[in-house]
Structures are given as structure tokens and as C-alpha cells.
């Protein structure tokens, strides 16, 4: 993946500054800055030409890149619209197009000017770490299956003057906060976007040990299906039953708080493919089922910023790992399995999977003793009707838990959205033959689904999040790498962090 560096600083003059991309926000109707009338000089009235001319219009969202002179190479204007209308949609609008315009040039290094928009100190900071994630997200390129890769993108370093209304060290803090997160959510991308017969339950493992290695906070431990037979999840190893793929319970404990603190946690659900087993879906666009894994993805994802992030928080992150087949082996429709909580399960349809791996893994979480903990999941089609791939829908057994994570996923405009997860709905889960059934019925397939995973979260602050809709696009098809942002903004907000 590309690298990237992050820097804050002043620059009283911008007409002498040396930079291969000078970045100028321009408002629609405003009278040019003296940043604006220092650049235009050096380049000789290109900017005012431009806008004398209609060529930039300065809407939302829209580019111009103009060649520079001497020591600055290049100025691309940002349209930013009128200065009365800057609010946080347009601040995003701003961020995600210097993103693409720097992933498309050949600028090795850019120079933002963002003490230009007149921002106060607290918006200034939050734009500097969206900034940043924005373009390190934008420098993300799939390669590892292509003969024939693009060019990685030439950016290599990204400097932002924030003006009077930001210290320098606190817009390099936001800034590498974001450059953090940033590179949490391609190593979702990376992880989700890789094929099923590459992106195994075992590769997975490799991975995690391989983030263990690198980072001295960060331990790592994976169960066998030996050891997990041994610890009783009968309902996890039902679903790679069909599968010559193990399944594998990766185990990552990060230590940044203090010894003894409850660790927040983390569980994602790693399908690496859903064929939907004995219950096997239908053909079109099964392809994309490589994405089934994308909480698994978003874990990762987050345990990478958090390790980067070097939070004074504890943490641990279980990845429930497994391939969904159907064979001579696989588990059929009216199957009763045991969980590790000792609860036995009907599974009536093999292709509701995701949650049976999950109560497993929440189940060994106990151990731990967790101040709180979030299931991820690309757990529902249902969810997709329900939300579309705007926001993650969220279920929580405590108010205090949503809200946070609400709030979290409002600040890094990685949101969710709060869902029933009413008494009225268990009903549906009943079963003649076990404890319970591991679907509820055409109705309400995302609330029955959750009502599932809280028989077995019952003694933890818990809350999941169904990211079927958020986790990939179709078109163009690739992985989104969230929920990282939201997580890892939850994470730094339990941390004490801005």
C-alpha cells in the first residue's frame, strides 16, 4: 500500500513556499485572499483568469488543477461554495475531493492551505483528521491479483497550514489521527477485497500473527477446531462442517491501558466465503460473497489504527474465522447443534451462518471480562432493505453504549442507525426441537437476527452492527473498509482522545 507522512505547519508567505501542490479553497462571490492574491502572482493571473473566465466555478466539491512556477509546481483549486453554506457535508464534500485529485496527479507532496476556509479551532481540527483519512483512503489501489497493476499514486507527504485557529502540534495530532484511521480502513479494504481462495480462515491467522509481530502492544493467539471442539462451540464449527477449509478463532489482545482495566471488545464475523452451505444461494453475484467477512475485515482494520494510534485504552478483538460449503459433511436444514453456552440451536437455514459463529465467539469473550462489547457483521440482507448502504444498523442492549457509538459514528460521518431490539421479536426464534431457531421468519430478518446474538450477550454492555449494506459496493464493485472509522473513533473517545 502506499505510504504516506503528515505534517502541520505556518507559512506566512504561500508566494514562497516550495510545495508540488499548492491546495487554495476558494469560496464562490468572495474577494480572493492574500494566500490567493500570493499564489496568482507567482503564477502570473492564472487564478483570476481562471475565474474571470468561468473556467472554476468554486461549487462544492469541484477541482481545477493549474500548472504553477518555480518552486511551487502545480495549484489546485477547491471549490468550496458560499462561506455562509461551509457546513460539515461541504467540509466532507472538500476533504474527499483534494483525496482524489492528489490520488490522480503526480505531486509528491501537497501543501493545503486550510487556514483559508475560517474555521474555529474545534472544526478546524476535526477537518485536518478527515483530511488526512481522506487522502491515504484515496491512495488505496487493489494489486495483489493483477498482472498488470496501476501505478501506485505519487503522493508521498501531505502538509496542512491550519492557520491562526489551530496550534501546529494539535492539527499534527488530528492529522495523524486520521492518517491512523486511514490506514485501518484499507487494511479492511485490502483484506475484504481479496478472493475467497487467497483471503482463507487461515491467511487470516497469518495475517493477525503478522500484526502481533509488528507492534509490541498487540498479542495474538488462534484456536484450532481441535481446541475449539475441546471448548465446546458446536455452533461455530457447524458452519465450516461442509468446508475443507479449518476454521480458525483469532484472538488479539492489545495492552495500552492500565493492568486490570476491562478491556473494550471487539467480535467480527469472518466468512471468508458464503456459498450459504445446503441452503446455497442463488448464482448471480455470489462472487461477492467474499466480502462476508467484512467485520472480520473492519477488526483488522481497527486493531491496525489502534496500534498506530498507540491508545492508553485495553482492548481485545476475536475473529470468528470460517468457510460456509456445502458438502457430504456440511450441516443440513433441521440440524440441532450445541453451543459453547450450552444452548442447542435448530438450523433451519444453513445460510443464516454469520450468527452462529458469532454466539461462540461471544460466549468465549466472557473470559475477559469486557467494559463493553460491539459485534460486527455483515449479518442481513434484510439490513439492505432496511437502510440501504448509508448507515450500519445498530442494536444494543444498553442506551448508554448506542449513544456512544451513534455519537462516534456521527464525528467521523461513518454513522449508524439505532433499531429495535424489543422482547415482542424473540418469539420468532422459538423452535419445537432446541432452545432456539437460527432464523425468525420473513419478518423483520435484521431484529430477529440480533435477538439471536443477545441470548448470548446477555451479561455484557453489547451492541452489534449489521454493515451488510456499508460493508462493499457492487458498482464499482470493492470493499468500503467500514466500520473502521466509526470503531476507532469509539475507541479514541473512551480513550480521552479529541
Not at 139 to 152: D, F, G, H
Not at 259 to 272: C, D, F, H, Q, S
Not at 421 to 436: P, R, V
Not at 452 to 469: K, P, Q, S, T, V
Request: glycine share 10%.
Amino acid at each position: 500500500m502506499a505510504t504516506l507522512s503528515v505534517y502541520a505547519r505556518q507559512v506566512s508567505d504561500a508566494g514562497s513556499a516550495r510545495t508540488q501542490c499548492a491546495v487554495l479553497p476558494v469560496f464562490a462571490g468572495k474577494q480572493p485572499t492574500a494566500t490567493a492574491r500570493e499564489l496568482d502572482k507567482v503564477l502570473g493571473g492564472s487564478i483570476k483568469a481562471a475565474l474571470d473566465l468561468g473556467d472554476f466555478s468554486a461549487e462544492k466539491g469541484k477541482t481545477l488543477l493549474l500548472p504553477g512556477n518555480g518552486a511551487i509546481k502545480r495549484v489546485l483549486l477547491v471549490g468550496c461554495g458560499e462561506a455562509r453554506k461551509f457546513d460539515r457535508p461541504v467540509q466532507i464534500a472538500f476533504c474527499e475531493a483534494i483525496g482524489r485529485s492528489l490520488r490522480d496527479c503526480k505531486a509528491t507532496d501537497a501543501l493545503v492551505y486550510a487556514g483559508e476556509l475560517g474555521l474555529g479551532e474545534d472544526d478546524s481540527e476535526w477537518l485536518c483528521d478527515f483530511l488526512a483519512r481522506s487522502v491515504v483512503t484515496g491512495l488505496y489501489r487493489y494489486r495483489q491479483t493483477l498482472s498488470k497493476p496501476a501505478a501506485q499514486p505519487a503522493l508521498k507527504r501531505l502538509t496542512v497550514n491550519a492557520g491562526k485557529a489551530l496550534s501546529t502540534a494539535r492539527a499534527k495530532a488530528a492529522l495523524e489521527a486520521g492518517l491512523a484511521t486511514g490506514l485501518g480502513v484499507n487494511t479492511a479494504r485490502e483484506l475484504a477485497n481479496l478472493p475467497g481462495n487467497i483471503c482463507t480462515p487461515t491467511y487470516l491467522a497469518k495475517e493477525a500473527r503478522k500484526l502481533g509481530r509488528r507492534y509490541p502492544k498487540l498479542s495474538v493467539k488462534v484456536l484450532s477446531e481441535k481446541q475449539m471442539k475441546e471448548l465446546g462451540m458446536g455452533s461455530l464449527l457447524s458452519v465450516s462442517a461442509g468446508s475443507d477449509q479449518p476454521a480458525q478463532l483469532i484472538v488479539m489482545e492489545y495492552k495500552g491501558g492500565g493492568k486490570g482495566a476491562k478491556p473494550y471488545a471487539l467480535v467480527g464475523k469472518g466468512i471468508t466465503f458464503d456459498s450459504g452451505g445446503i441452503s446455497l444461494k442463488p448464482g448471480a453475484k455470489m462472487d461477492e460473497m467474499k466480502f462476508d467477512m467484512g467485520g472480520a475485515a473492519s477488526v483488522f482494520g481497527t486493531v491496525h489504527a489502534l496500534c498506530e494510534l498507540g491508545l492508553p485504552v485495553n482492548a481485545v478483538a476475536i475473529v470468528a474465522a470460517a468457510e460456509n460449503m456445502p458438502s457430504g459433511r456440511a450441516t443440513k436444514p433441521g440440524d440441532v447443534v450445541t453451543s459453547m453456552a450450552g444452548k442447542t440451536i435448530e438450523i433451519l437455514n444453513t445460510d443464516a451462518e454469520g450468527r452462529l459463529v458469532l454466539c461462540d465467539a461471544l460466549t468465549y469473550l466472557g473470559r475477559y471480562k469486557p467494559a463493553a462489547v460491539v459485534d460486527i457483521a455483515t449479518l442481513t440482507g434484510a439490513c439492505v432493505v432496511a437502510l440501504g448502504s448509508h448507515a450500519a444498523g445498530l442494536y444494543a442492549n444498553n442506551d448508554e453504549l448506542a449513544d456512544e457509538l451513534l455519537a462516534a459514528g456521527t464525528t467521523a460521518h461513518d454513522r449508524a442507525w439505532r433499531m429495535p431490539l424489543w422482547e415482542d421479536y424473540q418469539k420468532q426464534l422459538a423452535s419445537n426441537f432446541a432452545d432456539l431457531a437460527n432464523i425468525g421468519g420473513p419478518e423483520a430478518g435484521s431484529v430477529t437476527a440480533a435477538c439471536f446474538l443477545a441470548r448470548f450477550a446477555e451479561d455484557y454492555r453489547w451492541a452489534h452492527l449489521d454493515i451488510a449494506g456499508a460493508a462493499w459496493n457492487s458498482s464499482p464493485k470493492g470493499a468500503t473498509g467500514r466500520p473502521v472509522a466509526l470503531l476507532t473513533r469509539y475507541l479514541r473517545d473512551r480513550a480521552g482522545k479529541r
